[in-house]
């Protein structure tokens, strides 16, 4: 037998802020103040959007413009643009920390081996490839190994 369609998301009170929420595809949506009829206007707007795109054929979520710029963005681009940020993210007393560096040496593996990839196609078991690599081409600790894997998922985030 089908399943029935999903739940409605509830409306709801967050306790700490006193703000109406909902949440919506794991996503906590705050409406306003709760009670408020801005709020239950804000509740009925998101809930009909849901509605539509629950309706979508194929699509369960509404697309974000990140997810299309990341549908055609290729690992060495994604690098770079991540780099140029970082760049000015890791300053301490006008001079860039060494967690910069630490994440250079980090992406060189995943350049080196999908670089030309598209980013929406890196996945899990791309992760673990790179850090095979990094295991076998590298004398590294498993500690050292394990950051860098961790920075390389920051970079995908």
């Known amino acids: 037998m089908p399943r029935k369609g999903r739940k409605i998301p509830s409306?709801?009170?967050?306790?700490?802020s006193g703000r109406a929420v909902a949440?919506?595809?794991?996503?906590?949506?705050?409406l306003g103040e709760y009670g408020s009829s801005?709020?239950?206007?804000?509740?009925?707007?998101?809930i009909a959007e849901w509605r539509f795109h629950q309706s979508q054929a194929g699509e369960k979520t509404p697309r974000s413009p990140q997810?299309?710029?990341r549908d055609r963005l290729t690992v060495n681009e994604l690098i770079?643009?991540?780099?140029e940020f970082a760049e000015g993210y890791y300053?301490?007393?006008g001079q860039v920390t060494q967690e910069f560096a630490?994440?250079?040496y980090a992406?060189?593996?995943l350049r080196k081996l999908y670089g030309r990839t598209l980013v929406r196609d890196f996945g899990p078991l791309a992760l673990k490839t790179v850090r095979q690599h990094m295991i076998e081409s590298q004398d590294l600790s498993r500690g050292v190994v394990n950051n860098r894997i961790n920075r390389v998922k920051i970079v995908i985030k």
Not at 23 to 30: K, L, M, T
Not at 38 to 46: A, C, I, M, W
């Open 11 to 16: 409306y709801c009170r967050h306790k700490a």
């Open 23 to 30: 949440r919506i595809n794991g996503r906590d949506r705050y």
């Open 38 to 46: 801005e709020s239950y206007e804000q509740y009925e707007r998101l």
């Open 67 to 69: 997810c299309e710029l």
């Open 80 to 83: 770079l643009r991540y780099l």
């Open 91 to 93: 300053v301490k007393d």
């Open 102 to 104: 630490d994440m250079k």
């Open 107 to 109: 992406l060189r593996p």
